[in-house]
């Protein structure tokens, strides 16, 4: 996989498409959106409407060689729509927090409770596994993340999202990564794509502790 970092600005209350290219197609990730009180919105296309079954399954993992470990389920939720991730500041009398949850008006499934605005150190916000490509839909969006993902490859890939400090100039990047990064007024956001070398489902996975680092 070759790549070729590329920057983008988050607009207000815009969504930024995360596209790449497989060979000759365009595979939809996902989503992110920023919104005015500095709220970032992630949403993916594996997690939508029209691709959640009736129920979702809740479990805890553990990150061993570069690969997560599935502990079992712990919990079973049932779901009308689709979900996303958001990372809200601290406003009122709610602390800053990450959320995954049901797209509005649904439930908020998983609360973590994290010091993270203004941001002051790097950290990992949330990773996802796409199902494999020869098994996701076409889309005619432009790519977002320039990386040439070889047509041949048919596996999973992994999303990775960081949010970084905004005065953030370089950063080590993950080994055989493509990335772009999201600008916004407080903080800075990189997308790193990588081959999962590995068939899964889609799968969404977050710390749950609150420790802020990658």
């Known amino acids: ?53 009736p129920t979702i399954e809740f479990g805890t993992s553990n990150f061993k060689d ?14 009308n729509r689709g979900f996303h991730v958001t990372l809200h500041p601290a406003e009122g009398a709610n602390s800053a927090a990450m959320h995954f949850r049901e797209h509005y008006p649904g439930d908020i499934l998983f609360r973590r409770e ?19 490509l020869d098994t996701c839909s076409i889309s005619q969006k432009q790519v977002s993340i320039e990386t040439a993902i070889d047509p041949t490859y048919k596996d999973s890939l992994e999303l990775v999202v960081d949010i970084f400090p905004r005065d953030t100039k370089t950063a080590v990047p993950y080994k055989n990564s493509a990335e772009a990064w999201g600008h916004c007024p407080n ?15 889609a799968l969404i996975y977050w710390p749950e502790d609150d420790r802020l680092s990658l």
């Open 187 to 201: 903080y800075r956001v990189r997308l790193s794509i990588m081959l999962a070398k590995q068939r899964t489902s």
């Open 66 to 79: 570069s690969k997560f470990h599935n502990r079992g389920t712990d919990k079973i939720a049932n779901v």
């Open 114 to 132: 994290i010091d993270w605005f203004p941001v002051k150190t790097p950290f990992n916000l949330v990773r996802l596994f796409t199902m494999p």
């Open 1 to 53: 996989m070759t790549s070729q970092a590329s920057t983008e600005v988050l607009r207000e209350s815009k969504k930024l498409p995360i596209v790449v290219a497989w060979g000759k197609k365009r595979v939809h990730i996902g989503e992110l959106e920023f919104l005015k009180n500095g709220s970032l919105v992630f949403e993916s296309r594996f997690h939508s409407d029209d691709r959640v079954g």
